[in-house]
């Protein structure tokens, strides 16, 4: 059987710097590529404060969650890449904010360096 792919593309979030689609949905699911602190007007990173960073790049991942029909409770699994892992608890504190009551499952992952030097990268998975 095969898989009908369709690119979930928004003017409302950052367009790809690389090879690659803000999301692709397929068989009920929609995976949504990392997400950096760009602007979207602008294509600049935001900040420089890590708060302001988390806070764009939380909001480019629900404008392509948008953009494929989901609201945010269809989230069921994020991967958020931190340069800093000493920001951990502040990033907690914005993603509780961000998610509210809903809890999907997630993966925090310390990196070296990430695009365009910004501090924090997110991806999910989002159901249909």
Do not use: C, W
């Amino acid at each position: 059987m095969t898989q009908k792919l369709h690119v979930v593309s928004t003017p409302d979030a950052p367009q790809a710097i690389g090879p690659y689609s803000q999301g692709v949905a397929t068989d009920g699911l929609v995976f949504i590529s990392g997400q950096i602190p760009l602007d979207p007007a602008t294509g600049e990173v935001v900040g420089p404060g890590f708060a302001d960073q988390a806070r764009r790049a939380l909001d480019n991942l629900q404008a392509v969650v948008t953009a494929a029909g989901l609201e945010r409770s269809q989230v069921i699994k994020v991967t958020v890449y931190l340069t800093d892992l000493a920001r951990f608890g502040e990033f907690n504190e914005i993603y509780r904010t961000f998610f509210g009551d809903h809890r999907p499952a997630r993966a925090v992952v310390g990196v070296a360096a990430l695009p365009r030097a910004a501090q924090i990268e997110v991806e999910a998975v989002a159901v249909r």
